[in-house]
């Protein structure tokens, strides 16, 4: 059907290429509220046809005690948790190259990042599981 309007349009000896919406029409697409769509449904009405959704209320979930999750939040409720940092080693071995860095606290780690320390903002939290260590998030 595309090919045929597109077709079409040559054919007419239009010298201006077709605007996007006279060959494929206007598309309205639909806002759902990301709570009220189950997986299952999400993929039965969109993915699995290919249909456009906008998904509303999904940063809803970045929002504790009414603050965004920024790192003076995340700093303020796990400042003190001790992490293992990675760092990447050209020609390492290990998996993806990481090997270990150093270990310090999540407060300075993000201290670090900010300031532009040279070791800790070249430092990945690498595979360290918040469920597991930061349950107050």
Not at 32 to 41: K, Q
Not at 72 to 101: M, N
Not at 123 to 128: A, E, G, I, L, Q
Request: glycine share 8%.
């Amino acid at each position: 059907r595309l090919q045929a309007k597109a077709e079409a349009v040559r054919a007419a000896g239009s010298k201006q290429p077709a605007a996007p919406s006279s060959l494929f029409g206007s598309l309205t697409v639909q806002r759902v509220a990301a709570g009220s769509l189950s997986r299952e449904a999400f993929l039965e009405r969109y993915a699995n046809k290919g249909k456009p959704v906008i998904l509303t209320g999904l940063l809803e979930g970045c929002v504790k005690d009414g603050r965004l999750w920024d790192m003076g939040f995340v700093r303020s409720k796990v400042g003190h948790k001790t992490v293992a940092l990675k760092r990447i080693v050209r020609g390492s071995p290990k998996w993806a190259q990481l090997e270990d860095a150093c270990s310090t606290t999540f407060s300075n780690f993000i201290t670090g990042i900010e300031t532009k320390d040279r070791t800790l903002s070249q430092s990945y939290c690498h595979d360290w599981s918040i469920p597991m260590h930061c349950p107050e998030l």
